[in-house]
């Protein structure tokens, strides 16, 4: 009895086949959320910096 293979009812590899097509998007996705937020919070340092600046001169 010979054992035929169907590729539509095939699922061995499925899940891999699956993460290597996501992980790429998944890891951009993660990276441009960690350096928007570092680049939001330098932004905040740099306004704050200024603006103390500005207070501190303002008051000589």
């Known amino acids: 009895m010979r054992r ?3 590729l539509g009812s ?3 590899g499925a899940a ?3 993460m290597a097509l996501i992980l790429p998007l998944v890891l951009t ?3 441009a959320t960690f350096e928007g ?3 939001l919070v330098c932004e ?3 306004i704050k910096g200024v ?3 500005a207070r501190y ?3 000589l």
Do not use: I, K, P, Q
Request: net charge positive; no cysteine.
């Open 4 to 6: 035929r293979f169907h």
């Open 10 to 12: 095939d699922t061995s």
């Open 16 to 18: 891999a086949a699956e």
């Open 29 to 31: 996705m993660m990276f």
């Open 37 to 39: 937020a570092w680049y």
């Open 44 to 46: 905040h340092r740099v």
């Open 51 to 53: 603006r103390d600046a």
């Open 57 to 59: 001169a303002a008051r």
